[in-house]
């Protein structure tokens, strides 16, 4: 029962934050300023936990007089600077392909910091992954550098970078401290960390309507608190493993959503890239 639980939990965890990318470009969409957006989003997830969750584990004060928690608080807000202005300017579905490279980048920046060595499995998912994100990017048609999809895609490449960095070198704290403390130390520092970029915004109204703010609340409740708190349950009775079916999850929730929301565009290269990426997001995320 529990580990039927556990794996219910974890679909659902997929299943939510897969429909972030969408919800986010819905948002921007109506002009809400992405780092007003961002904010908003981390601030009212973050009074959640407060409220919600700080007598279950969620919070350790005495996380934050750690450098390294706030080093990856830092690196997190970066990427979500990056994804927020880099949805602005590509399409839905890119970003979800995209961003779920981090997968991908994971073993490579495992071997490197933590001298993690990766199998053929690993490898051929890592390759067969960069070269279906080649293939989405160019859709197998030459491209211009000053092309706004192109530096939107590069901005979301650089989000699942951060997200490749968040994850390694947060391991060894979440390995002495425990998921949930962690989870909400980052909430909070990340939170605080995007405060100043805000001054990005200038000169972008604010005109916050009511379908804005439903976006807003969609964010905070399901895609952000909702979906760590079931992903964090998932955690508990189930393998390692088994929980990494999250992340084909995710992209495929989010790319289908936005082909229906958006009609994103797809030719034969940029969906065989697309194909290549879940593929290798697969291959890694199921390697021993």
Do not use: C
């Amino acid at each position: 029962m529990a580990q039927r639980d556990g794996l219910i939990a974890t679909l659902l965890a997929g299943v939510l934050f897969g429909t972030s990318v969408p919800v986010i470009k819905l948002g921007l969409d109506m002009n809400i300023p992405p780092e007003l957006f961002v904010e908003l989003r981390f601030a009212i997830a973050s009074g959640l936990i407060l409220l919600l969750f700080r007598g279950r584990g969620w919070v350790q004060w005495d996380l934050f007089k750690s450098r390294a928690i706030w080093t990856v608080g830092l690196i997190n807000a970066a990427g979500y600077v990056t994804q927020f202005q880099g949805q602005v300017l590509t399409t839905s579905s890119n970003a979800a392909l995209i961003i779920s490279t981090a997968a991908l980048m994971i073993p490579l920046l495992s071997l490197v910091y933590v001298r993690e060595r990766m199998g053929g499995r690993k490898i051929a998912g890592v390759v067969t992954g960069f070269v279906g994100t080649a293939l989405v990017v160019t859709r197998g048609q030459a491209f211009a550098l000053e092309n706004s999809e192109f530096v939107g895609d590069i901005l979301i490449l650089a989000t699942a970078v951060t997200i490749a960095l968040v994850f390694v070198l947060s391991k060894s704290i979440v390995e002495r401290r425990g998921g949930r403390p962690v989870t909400g130390a980052l909430l909070l520092t990340t939170t605080i960390l995007l405060l100043p970029t805000i001054l990005l915004d200038f000169g972008h109204p604010a005109n916050l309507t009511m379908t804005a703010w439903f976006y807003i609340s969609y964010l905070v409740v399901f895609a952000t608190v909702g979906a760590y708190y079931y992903f964090m349950k998932g955690l508990e009775t189930v393998s390692p493993t088994v929980s990494s079916i999250i992340l084909p999850i995710e992209v495929v929730v989010a790319v289908a959503l936005s082909v229906i929301l958006f009609n994103d565009p797809f030719n034969l290269y940029s969906g065989t890239g697309a194909a290549l990426i879940i593929t290798g997001v697969v291959l890694v995320s199921t390697a021993a």
